[in-house]
């Protein structure tokens, strides 16, 4: 999904889309595992759900005769080599090196979704995420105030003050809802939602942020607000952006002195990550060019974690500096190309991924690697899609619009159609 400043005001581009059928269906099943992970009960079935959405749609578009994009076959050769060497060693079975590629190895999936040009509309995708994501959040203060949280939708609070919502800890809980404000940022900026739809979404959003009192989470929300900045202020001029930041900062000033006691003192007892950097540097260096493979930290740390809550740090000790390296130049690469079509909310998306990479393992664990590896399809799509009908799917003389249901082509000599939801 693309934005484009017309006349110095940001408008909503949604996604190029081939005219195959299903489209619809295979956005709201795109969705489908990231609203499950919100659910006590849903970690499992997310997982299911999104190798069901992965394989079940490259079957189907391979069924109908799409092509193969060569560059994502290409892709998929070297992710598939990128798993496999780490997958060795002590730590893979001994260390819970075997949860860890299960967590990454639907990358794999993603990128076979993404091969054949799938029909999904980019900009429904993620406003479904956002608006069911807050209606889950408002479900979830809802509880907590009233004390009645059902088993197979939230736990209770980590150690009684903490949110942990439906997911495995507070930390993760917090940077999932920090990802929906960062969506529903973007989806404002690109003029996809209203600006009182957006403060709703992400005071909902918010909420369950600071409820989860995690640093690292607030750290990246700050990261992604930067950013935003930045992108508003050089891309586009976007002053409603800047100045809704500013307003913010002048109706939230009063009560930060009050918030960060609060803050500090929820977490007064809480432990640092000095020697979880430390242990994972050192053994780093018992194997600086290939790593230990999935799971080594586990194998030789003595805390007590089993991963170094940090993906840099996962990556530099499980496949050394080849690991990392193509960690960060594949994320560099997609910031890189978000940035420049112009597709900010993925952008934005990725930015706070990378922020939070920082202090959580968002690859190799947890929840939030399922909404990851669901975007990245997309993205991927997006891409794809965008190189084939944009530079070689149209004839010379004609135009191109860009709407809700995809391309159309107009004759010069014809009538200029105007797209529903894009720009022309």
Same mark, same amino acid.
């Given at each position: ?12 581009? #949604? ?26 009960? +849903?970690?499992s ?6 190798w069901?959405?992965?394989?079940? =749609? ?36 001994y260390?819970? +090196? ?16 993404a ?27 809802y ?19 903490r ?5 495995? +800890?507070?930390?993760? !809980? ?12 973007g ?41 935003? #900045? ?9 002053w ?31 432990? =640092? ?19 230990g ?13 089993t ?12 496949? +050394?500096i ?9 994320? =560099? ?10 597709m900010?909310?993925? !952008?934005?998306? !990725? ?5 939070? #990479?920082?202090?959580f ?24 899609? =965008? ?11 004609s ?26």
């Amino acid at each position: 999904m693309g934005c484009s400043p017309p006349h110095g005001a940001w408008r909503g581009r #949604a996604l190029v889309e081939t005219r195959m059928s299903g489209g619809r269906l295979w956005t709201v099943l795109l969705v489908l595992p990231a609203f499950l992970v919100q659910f006590a009960g +849903g970690k499992s079935a997310a997982y299911i759900a999104v190798w069901a959405v992965f394989l079940c =749609g490259f079957i189907a578009h391979a069924f109908k005769g799409s092509i193969i994009n060569k560059s994502l076959s290409a892709l998929f050769l070297v992710s598939a080599l990128f798993i496999a060497y780490q997958l060795r060693g002590d730590g893979f079975i001994y260390g819970g +090196g075997w949860i860890d590629a299960m967590y990454t190895i639907p990358v794999l999936g993603a990128i076979l979704f993404a091969a054949t040009y799938p029909n999904v509309n980019g900009v429904l995708v993620f406003k479904f995420l956002v608006f069911g994501s807050s209606v889950i959040a408002a479900i979830c203060i809802y509880s907590h105030f009233v004390q009645a949280m059902p088993e197979w939708m939230f736990y209770p609070p980590y150690a009684g003050t903490r949110w942990v919502g439906g997911f495995d +800890g507070p930390n993760e !809980f917090s940077q999932f809802y920090a990802l929906m404000v960062g969506i529903a940022l973007g989806l404002f900026m690109c003029g996809q939602i209203k600006a009182p739809t957006f403060l709703l979404a992400s005071a909902l959003c918010g909420a369950c942020v600071w409820f989860g009192y995690s640093r690292g989470a607030l750290m990246s929300l700050a990261i992604t607000f930067v950013a935003t #900045a930045g992108v508003a202020l050089v891309q586009a001029r976007q002053w409603r952006v800047l100045s809704l930041f500013v307003l913010a900062c002048v109706i939230s000033a009063p009560f930060f002195d009050d918030a960060l006691s609060v803050f500090t003192e929820i977490r007064r007892n809480s432990s =640092g990550r000095d020697d979880l950097v430390l242990l994972a540097l050192s053994a780093f260096q018992s194997a600086p060019i290939v790593g230990g493979g999935f799971g080594y930290f586990n194998i030789i740390s003595t805390a007590d974690t089993t991963t170094p809550h940090s993906d840099y740090l996962y990556f530099l000790v499980s496949g +050394g500096i080849i690991a990392i390296a193509s960690l960060i130049l594949a994320g =560099g690469y997609i910031l890189y190309l978000t940035y420049r079509r112009k597709m900010y909310v993925e !952008f934005l998306f !990725f930015v706070m991924m990378a922020a939070h #990479a920082l202090t959580f393992n968002n690859v190799v664990r947890g929840r939030v690697s399922i909404v990851l590896w669901v975007v990245l399809a997309l993205v991927l799509a997006e891409l794809v899609k =965008g190189k084939r009908l944009g530079l070689q799917g149209q004839d010379a003389g004609s135009k191109v619009t860009f709407g809700w249901t995809g391309p159309r082509t107009v004759s010069p000599r014809g009538p200029r159609l105007k797209s529903r939801g894009g720009v022309d």
